[in-house]
């Protein structure tokens, strides 16, 4: 199948800090797929909107996710998705996608992902409530696991570098 032909989701998920959006780019370059990442849409919703409170970061969070899933769905090629994907809810989601679905999941220690976020939490908008929310919240199980909704599923170690011709020679063999 050919990308350019056929509609073609590359979910890039995983829990926050495990390196998402850094291979997400690499991936949508390399597969010449437009990017939509949630805290891209997130950002530009905060940009406009007050961010009072740690429910309301949540909720336009969740906002962001339909509007990128509303986007990806109204791209002709696909798109690269790039978001910290909720298992209980995403799966019925991704698979209305109008094509086909890949996931990438990106696997690091919970340390490196803590440490991560420690160092990231005062580069974002205040609007993520980066300084307070809790591991619990961060890393559960609902993201600490690949959606897994019955597509081709890659688990990627994001401690290091990551191999991204690999990864996208995978995706060119499911695809």
């Known amino acids: 199948m050919d ?32 990017l939509l990442a949630k805290d891209t849409i997130k950002d530009a919703i905060m940009s406009v909107l007050s961010v009072p409170d740690v429910e309301t970061s949540r909720q336009i969070g969740r906002a962001a996710v339909r509007a990128m899933l509303a986007l990806a769905a109204a791209s002709r090629p696909g798109a690269v998705i790039e978001s910290n994907f909720y298992r209980s809810v ?15 999941f990106c696997r690091c220690d919970a340390a490196v992902a803590a440490e991560r976020y420690r160092v990231r939490a005062g580069t974002r908008d205040a609007g993520h409530f980066d300084s307070i929310r ?40 499911r695809s």
């Open 90 to 104: 995403a799966s019925a989601d991704l698979l209305a996608l109008p094509g086909s679905v890949i996931e990438i």
């Open 134 to 173: 809790t591991p619990e919240e961060l890393w559960n199980d609902e993201v600490s696991e690949p959606v897994a909704g019955g597509w081709p599923l890659l688990e990627v170690d994001t401690n290091g570098p990551v191999d991204v011709a690999s990864v996208v020679a995978f995706i060119r063999n």
């Open 3 to 34: 990308v350019m032909t056929s509609r073609l989701f590359v979910v890039v998920s995983g829990p926050p800090a495990s390196g998402k959006s850094t291979l997400a780019p690499a991936l949508a370059d390399q597969l010449n797929l437009p």
